[in-house]
């Protein structure tokens, strides 16, 4: 079986640490599809790393637009 080099998902808990919001808050942005990609594996939501560093990145884009 090959082995993968890819970087781990995070929980919505790692995610709220690196963005420092409450958890709540990804929750809303799910719910509003409003916040980074989340998959949904079992009854758990998993985040690349990657995707939220790049929608935050947008996030930044966007704001410096204003």
């Not at 995070?10 to 990804?26: E, F, N, Q």
């Amino acid at each position: 079986m090959p082995t993968t080099t890819a970087e781990p998902t995070w929980t919505i808990h790692d995610v709220s640490a690196y963005l420092r919001i409450p958890v709540g808050t990804l929750y809303q942005w799910r719910y509003r599809r409003t916040g980074p990609k989340a998959a949904k594996v079992g009854r758990h939501l998993r985040y690349h790393p990657g995707e939220v560093k790049a929608w935050l990145a947008e996030q930044e884009r966007h704001h410096a637009r204003r």
